[in-house]
């Protein structure tokens, strides 16, 4: 029969941590609860012996055996038989335990223990607990494959396995089912945490450009707050790359990555083959240095009196680097997507031969912001070629802005835009700017039949130059001075239309329609003997009209299903329970310069525009833009980008971007489910304008539930092969390409 005993024991009741670490750290009094067919107990020797069916368990703890015996005085536990100890998602099986509750050791004999966080399995003869942070296992293999004979597995003689740390493994053997694939001297694996240090899995590529290439990352888990990945990088033609990826964290809002790469390349441009071969023809200069290299880092830092402080660093060898390095673990592509992520601040083009590095301040309090900054523009061939170097820095610009806001208690409103710039430069000329412009509004609205803003604003900006170098400056004058004046006037309105629907979530859709009516006067002034460092020191004049009409589609879905009732039979639409999204717009706009018309100038009107943006939830979304000559009957510029996912979970993305008389290109990126474990990709950029391939590439992608393989194959502008193949073992830190920013997700195990 069925027999349930509960039993306390003294000093620490016998429990376990998420790790397996403390058997006995349970507060005292908490007591265990056993279930069997049958319980015995020896009051003398104060040992449970419990048979069949037997389960021990507490909260979040369970042991389950054909046969348990539990000794009170000694605080031992052995389970026998078909042995099975859980705490929370982690698991041991073995034929056998014996735990010391007190010493807070054990022995796991013919055992496997698994840990949930990283699906790892470690499995082992004889699996130890020598004190309250390490295991160590005898005859041992890990793998985070789930079935009984793993697609792979890692076998050693010995494996030691620190909970608070990682587990490491010596001289160990690579085995893809009962075939021994490979050896390794040393291996350092994930153990239950998300950070461990050890080998990645490396990177192989076949190219005409490096040769054999083999990428080999080593992770780094400094602390808690930091962590460093180191590269090697072998190319058989161009030598050997090293690099390194630190990474911190300081506090909350407190944070930087800092990367380095270095090599010296045993191929430079010189004019002929080597330039066809190891060169870039994107520009007109020869990349004649050995030693290149790539600095980037990028810090945000808290600090006192809610100032808050932005690092960006971009510093290159040449103007071929970052071209030559596009893809792989160290490449711009996964900078970028880095930074992006991180920082929400990006990197200039890979292509960009000015890299820009600042340093910003900035403070912000509700209707105003403060900004310090140092901005330094390396041009990197100027610095490389040498010679004349006219790059402008800004060392520093301050910038001080009001946002908009009401003067007292009247109906008007004002903002403040204001800068200063300390302008910099080894040849050409310098100096400083101070520009304000302030701006008053008088927004006011007629019944509920439209909107009308007339607002004013004027501009100061004073210059000092410390030397001029402009063979075109009409004056060599030290201190100099403009004023501008501005009317701006907006005329709006609304029409609106709500519909009752039942699409998904949906319950009403409305479709508002603005049109409106904008007039822009700038008076107009010489300008031509001040110092040019940027637009804001020409500004011409302008008596504009400009015409819009603009659609908007949005719909409203309730909050919670506890309103549902309440807000059925309302038609407000602005009520605080409803959420609302846009999912389409449309925008069309002309301007009339009537200066242009005066003068009798044929081109009085612009281009008709066009902005279209439709956003489908989760299955994608279009965004173009475009303009239309109607003097010339044709596109003065036409841009769109497609997103479209569906719910297989194939995904394309199409970019095209096309501006009359200067480029025209293309870019696809699709990634297609051919089965549930096998997926093929393709990727193609062209520049239509000079009929010029810049990029293509196709792939295929095999997933299983513990492996993965990635085989590439890509062509550069250059007609640059290169072959790729990626293993990724999951568990031990496989690295995934991502595809139209989105990466490919494992069903069965998330790494």
Not at 22 to 38: H, M, N, Q, T, Y
């Amino acid at each position: 029969m069925l027999f349930s005993h509960f039993l306390w024991v003294s000093q620490n009741a016998y429990s376990a941590d998420d790790d397996f670490k403390s058997l006995a750290a349970e507060k005292a009094g908490v007591p265990w609860r056993i279930s069997a067919d049958e319980v015995t107990y020896d009051s003398k020797s104060e040992v449970v012996v419990a048979r069949g069916n037997v389960l021990i368990e507490k909260p979040n703890k369970k042991i389950s055996a054909e046969e348990i015996r539990f000794d009170h005085m000694a605080e031992r536990l052995t389970a026998i038989g078909n042995v099975s100890l859980s705490v929370g998602m982690d698991t041991v099986s073995a034929n056998r335990i014996e735990l010391d509750l007190q010493a807070e050791n054990g022995i796991i004999y013919d055992g496997q223990i698994f840990y949930s966080k990283n699906h790892f399995y470690i499995t082992g003869d004889k699996l130890q607990k020598i004190d309250d942070t390490t295991y160590i296992a005898e005859n041992a293999s890990i793998t985070s494959c789930d079935a009984e004979k793993p697609a792979w597995k890692i076998k050693a003689g010995k494996v030691k396995v620190n909970p608070e740390g990682y587990g490491k493994i010596n001289h160990g053997t690579f085995w893809v089912k009962n075939i021994p694939i490979a050896y390794t001297p040393i291996l350092f694996f994930p153990v239950n945490q998300e950070r461990q240090s050890g080998f990645l899995i490396p990177q192989v590529n076949w190219g005409d450009r490096k040769g054999n290439e083999y990428i080999q990352p080593f992770f780094w888990a400094i602390n808690e707050s930091s962590d460093a990945t180191f590269y090697g990088h072998y190319m058989g033609k161009r030598g050997y790359k090293y690099g390194l990826e630190y990474r911190y964290m300081l506090g909350e809002r407190s944070k930087g990555t800092l990367m380095m790469d270095t090599f010296n390349d045993r191929k430079k441009e010189k004019n002929g083959k080597e330039s066809k071969d190891y060169g870039f023809t994107d520009d007109e200069f020869l990349r004649s240095n050995e030693d290149r290299y790539w600095f980037r880092m990028k810090h945000d830092q808290e600090l006192p009196y809610d100032f808050f402080a932005k690092l960006d660093l971009d510093i290159v060898s040449d103007q071929d680097y970052l071209a030559e390095f596009k893809e792989g673990y160290t490449g711009f592509k996964d900078t970028q997507r880095e930074f992006l992520d991180t920082f929400e601040r990006s990197l200039d083009d890979y292509n960009d031969e000015v890299r820009t590095n600042r340093l910003n301040l900035n403070r912000t309090w509700p209707t105003y912001d403060l900004n310090l900054e140092t901005r330094w523009n390396d041009n990197v061939i100027k610095r490389r070629q040498g010679g004349p170097d006219d790059t402008l820095q800004q060392l520093p610009l301050v910038g001080f802005t009001g946002t908009r806001q009401p003067v007292s208690a009247t109906p008007f409103y004002w903002d403040l835009t204001s800068l200063y710039n300390n302008f910099y430069r080894e040849n050409g000329t310098r100096g400083q700017r101070i520009d304000l412009n302030p701006r008053i509004y008088y927004p006011w609205r007629f019944k509920s039949y439209f909107d009308l803003e007339p607002s004013v604003g004027f501009r100061q900006t004073a210059y000092y130059i410390d030397k001029y170098d402009d063979p075109d400056a009409g004056t060599d004058d030290d201190t100099q001075h403009r004023e501008l004046f501005d009317i701006n006037v907006d005329l709006s309105t609304d029409i609106f239309k709500t519909y009752t629907t039942r699409i998904g979530q949906a319950d009403r859709v409305r479709h508002i329609i603005r049109p409106q009516i904008t007039y822009e006067y700038i008076w107009g002034t010489d300008q031509d003997e001040l110092p040019f460092f940027n637009e804001i020191d020409r500004i011409d004049k302008k008596n504009l009209i400009t015409y819009s009409i603009t659609n908007n589609l949005m719909y409203r879905k309730i909050k919670s299903e506890s309103t549902k009732a309440d807000q059925a039979n309302t038609t407000h639409f602005d009520t605080p329970e409803w959420s609302y999204n846009q999912f389409g717009r449309l925008k069309l706009q002309q301007s009339y310069d009537i200066d242009k018309a005066r003068r009798d100038e044929p081109r009085v009107f612009s281009p008709i525009g066009a902005e279209l943006d439709i956003f489908v939830g989760q299955w994608g979304s279009l965004q173009a833009d475009t303009a239309w000559s109607t003097y010339d009957k044709e596109f003065v510029s036409r841009n769109a980008a497609l997103s479209v996912n569906d719910w297989r979970g194939d995904k394309l993305f199409v970019e095209y971007r096309y501006t009359r008389g200067d480029n025209e290109s293309i870019y696809t990126d699709l990634l297609f489910k051919i089965t549930e474990r096998l997926w093929a990709y393709t990727e193609y950029e062209r520049n239509i304008k000079d009929q010029n391939r810049l990029l293509s590439g196709v792939g295929f992608l095999y997933r299983q539930q513990c492996w993965s393989i990635d085989l590439g194959y890509q062509k550069d502008d250059q007609n640059k092969e290169t072959l790729s193949f990626r293993l990724n073992l999951y568990g031990l830190g496989g690295l995934g390409k991502k595809y139209a920013g989105r990466s490919i997700v494992n069903p069965f195990y998330s790494q």
